[in-house]
């Protein structure tokens, strides 16, 4: 094999291939910024504050910037509602160069007036986004959005998110501060109650209902969902749960961290993607809150649900056995479990990478995947590019910057970022996940493409 480090010198200590370089006791280098010129998957700092808050469906959102920044996030998240849908909508200062010139604050200010005066039904809450021109031109968005509170009785957070200041990860640390800012002063406000909150998961294609009714049917009450499908009513009851469970753990472990320092309330993390994990997730969190009855009931249900899905993925498994996937997705956890869930289907797992990786995270995936496996932090796609080529990958697991780049090539490809809209979470994200992989995989088209 040829050195996998070829493509940037600077990027050598965040490519790993076990066979080639473990052993040195120093593993994988990650949770540190993009090397500049790499042109890395990741997103900006205001997308990933904007993707964690965007799902709070009575929340209004203003973007302070061009109006690119608001197009480039508007309904960003597949996130479902059962209740109120503004969330949906996206609010721009639009800033021109007249504004960069002598400063937007009095346009940010008319902003929320004008939504104040026109927005039906008033919003409980605003979030006001700065983004990079923000930040070079030092509006005092803080100030402005004091005076607002005051003058309309309504929180309106601000959530200083200039792209230049860091990485997508900063962006989740933001829009958990920002969370935190909603719900802290109305600690102790609400009795405690043996339940839990859910962390991390944004109800896309409605998995958060799915996950819900997982934990109800075991007897285990959801105070709050952080962010999907929630309600500023909702959220500011999450204080009075005993336990968070983590579902994404790149966007919302810090979150978790903050309410265990400052609320006391502990948290453990999950992923309800395939059997394995499922099963032990519903379990972990039944166990963590000492909770017998809730713990018999979980191991009765997920054994049930198990026994009906051993049958359907044996069917399958003839179809996908001795194929490649390359994984691409932004945290650790849900790489490990995709890795597990292609370890059921008897599909070996050539290529994996996250955005958002910790050390951890990485000493997991390398226990769970074969000797020639390449393991990357923060790709780029030219990095992406030459390993699944290299190792013959026949599908990519990524999101939507990741399509393309798998078309080129000729790889299939399976959409597990927060653009879909079929469920992939708990038992029934089984079924879709296996047949998407099966069809993707398996589609008469590659036989057009020649040999790949």
């Known amino acids: 094999m040829k050195n996998p480090t070829q493509v940037l010198e600077e990027r050598k200590d965040s490519i790993l291939q076990k066979s080639f370089c473990s052993g040195n006791g120093r593993g994988i280098s990650c949770e540190k910024e993009s090397v500049s010129g790499s042109v890395s998957q990741r997103a900006c700092v205001y997308c990933g504050a904007r993707v964690v808050l965007n799902p709070i469906t009575d929340a209004y959102h203003i973007v302070h910037g061009p109006i690119g920044c608001a197009s480039y996030t508007w309904d960003i998240r597949g996130s479902l509602s059962s209740g109120s849908d503004l969330y949906r909508n996206s609010f721009s200062t639009d800033l021109r160069e007249t504004d960069i010139v002598f400063g937007g604050e009095k346009k940010l200010s ?49 959530v200083k998110a200039p ?18 800012q909603l719900i802290e002063p109305h ?43 929630a309600s500023v009513d909702q959220l500011i009851k999450a204080p009075s749960a005993t336990l968070n469970i983590v579902q994404c753990a790149g966007s919302s472990t810090y ?62 498994k003839p179809r996908l056995k001795g194929k490649k996937a390359a994984i691409y997705v932004g945290g650790g956890f849900k790489a490990i479990s995709l890795i597990r869930q292609f370890n ?48 013959k990958a026949d599908i990519l697991v990524g999101g939507v910057k990741e399509r393309p780049l798998a078309y080129k090539l000729g790889i ?11 469920a992939l979470a708990g038992f029934e994200g089984i079924v879709n996940f296996t047949e998407e992989i099966d069809q993707s995989i398996n589609s008469p088209v590659w036989q057009y493409l020649g040999e790949r």
């Open 255 to 316: 979150l978790a961290n903050l309410m265990e320092e400052q609320m006391g309330i502990p948290y453990i993390k999950v992923s309800f993607f395939g059997v394995e994990d499922t099963t032990s997730s519903l379990i972990r969190t039944a166990e963590a809150l000492g909770n017998p009855e809730a713990i018999r009931k979980a191991k009765e249900f997920t054994a049930e649900e198990s026994r009906k899905a051993i049958p359907f993925l044996e069917k399958y």
């Open 187 to 229: 600690r102790g406000e609400f009795p405690k109650v043996q339940g839990v909150n859910i962390l991390g998961d944004f109800n896309l294609a409605g998995e958060m209902w799915i996950i819900k009714s997982y934990l109800e049917r075991i007897g285990i009450p959801v105070v709050a969902t952080i962010t999907g499908d």
């Open 110 to 158: 008319a902003a929320i007036d004008e939504l104040m005066e026109k927005a039906n039904p008033k919003p409980k809450v605003i979030f006001v986004y700065a983004t990079c021109i923000v930040g070079v031109i030092g509006d005092d968005i803080e100030a402005v959005c004091r005076k607002a509170e005051e003058k309309y009785g309504v929180r309106v957070i601000p």
């Open 344 to 391: 059921e289907l008897g599909i070996e797992t050539v290529v994996v990478g996250t955005q958002t990786g910790k050390k951890e995270d990485y000493e997991i995936i390398e226990t769970l995947v074969n000797e020639d496996t390449v393991i990357l932090d923060d790709a780029n796609p030219a990095e992406l590019e030459y390993f699944m080529t290299e190792k």
């Open 412 to 422: 299939a490809f399976c959409d597990h970022n927060h653009e879909r809209k079929h």
């Open 163 to 180: 792209g230049f200041s860091g990485t997508k990860s900063l962006g989740y640390k933001l829009a958990c501060n920002a969370i935190m």
